[in-house]
Structure formats: structure tokens, C-alpha cells
T-cell receptor
Framework: DSGVTQTPKHLITATGQRVTLRCSPR?????VYWYQQSLDQGLQFLIQ???????AKGNILERFSAQQFPDLHSELNLSSLELGDSALYFC??????????FGSGTRLTVV | QQQVKQSPQSLIVQKGGISIINCAYE??????FPWYQQFPGKGPALLIA?????SEKKEGRFTISFNKSAKQFSLHIMDSQPGDSATYFC????????????FGTGTRLQVTL
């Protein structure tokens, strides 16, 4: 157990739908990062939050949004889902921004 | 824009051999170079990391070699074992306030008996 909790582990949904992925960071970590990993692809940075505020943004689609709540957990919202959004979505957390700890991921399948 | 190029894409090494994975980066100043190991169905886990003021770091069978002038760094796995079979990612962190990591495309390592 890495200390970063992601739910759900698996999600199957239809095109056009909206889903919410949840991440609880490791205790004490203020930064949360979201990454997308498609089949045989690397880890694509989506967005970072630090203590409730957006810190950095990557190639995140406009259909995707995220937020970090006062208790530091974060949610990634994916809407108007397309087949190409099927991927593993990872959350990671860090204290000072050096050692990332990843969760086990949410596998999203859009059918 | 790909800031880090990782090679090879896949690697097969015999048990007991040395596995070498390379990464090259481009112009931006980076101050942290970690390597992550990922097993199927799991999240990446930090394996070893180096900062640019050091040319080599060793932890057990894993060594990072860093060449700042060439903008290259590599992971060496000595005495490779079947349990090392996984995907390995190099990463970079830009110096500055933003602490996000940029990852390489990954190397799938298979260690055969």
C-alpha cells in the first residue's frame, strides 16, 4: 500500500457519459498530480494541485476538470467521454515536489 | 514537445546480466532525475533518483549514471533478476516552483532465465 488511495479501481461507462475519479493523497502531502496512461503509452501529465490551488496544467482536455478539496483529496472529472479516453488514470502525491508516490490507478473503459 | 527521449523501448536480458536504459533530455534546466518501476496493473514506484550535482548514485543493484554536459542519464541494473521484469520510466523535474515530473515513454524489461 503506497498510501495514495484511488477509487474506483475499475470503471466501465458509455460514450457521452461523465465520471469522477477520486484520489486521497498520502498523509501530509499537499501536492496532488493526475496522469493519464494509455495502452503502451507513457505517463501524460494532466494537472497538479497544491493545497487546494491549481499549480500546473498539462495536456488536459477541456472536457476534463479537477479540483482539490480542503481535506486535500482530489477529484478528476471526465465528461462527454469518448472511446479514446479509455486509459489508466493515476494520481500521485508529494510533499516537497520531489518524491512522487503513485496510487494504483483507475482503469477507465469507455464503450 | 517531447522533453525526454528514452531508449530502448523494450529490452530482453538474461538472468545475471546487466540491463541498461538511457534517457536524453533537452534544453530546460532540470534539478531532479528519478527512475520509476511499474509492474502490470500497478502504479509506478520510485526506484532511485539523482540530482545534477552528482554523476553517479548506487542503491543495491541499481545505479544511475548522469552526464550533465551531454544531457543524458541512464539506469543500470546489475545482476538482473526475473523479478526485475517490469516497465521502467525515467523522469525529469524542472527547476522552479512547478514540481511536476515529465516522464519518458518507458522501457519494457524482460529478464529471462
Amino acid at each position: 500500500d503506497s498510501g495514495v488511495t484511488q477509487t474506483p479501481k475499475h470503471l466501465i461507462t458509455a460514450t457521452g457519459q461523465r465520471v469522477t475519479l477520486r484520489c486521497s493523497p498520502r498523509s501530509g502531502d499537499l501536492s496532488v498530480y493526475w496522469y493519464q496512461q494509455s495502452l503502451d503509452q507513457g505517463l501524460q501529465f494532466l494537472i497538479q494541485y497544491y493545497n487546494g490551488e491549481e499549480r500546473a496544467k498539462g495536456n488536459i482536455l477541456e472536457r476534463f476538470s479537477a479540483q482539490q478539496f480542503p481535506d486535500l483529496h482530489s477529484e478528476l472529472n471526465l465528461s462527454s467521454l469518448e472511446l479514446g479516453d479509455s486509459a489508466l488514470y493515476f494520481c500521485a502525491s508529494s510533499a516537497e515536489g520531489y518524491g512522487y508516490t503513485f496510487g494504483s490507478g483507475t482503469r477507465l473503459t469507455v464503450v | 514537445q517531447q522533453q525526454v527521449k528514452q531508449s530502448p523501448q523494450s529490452l530482453i536480458v538474461q538472468k545475471g546480466g546487466i540491463s541498461i536504459i538511457n534517457c536524453a533530455y533537452e534544453n530546460t534546466a532540470f534539478d531532479y532525475f528519478p527512475w520509476y518501476q511499474q509492474f502490470p496493473g500497478k502504479g509506478p514506484a520510485l526506484l532511485i533518483a539523482i540530482r545534477p550535482d552528482v554523476s553517479e548514485k548506487k542503491e543495491g543493484r541499481f545505479t544511475i549514471s548522469f552526464n550533465k554536459s551531454a544531457k543524458q542519464f541512464s539506469l543500470h541494473i546489475m545482476d538482473s533478476q526475473p523479478g526485475d521484469s517490469a516497465t521502467y520510466f525515467c523522469a525529469l523535474k524542472e527547476a522552479g516552483t512547478a514540481s511536476k515530473l515529465t516522464f519518458g515513454t518507458g522501457t519494457r524489461l524482460q529478464v529471462t532465465l
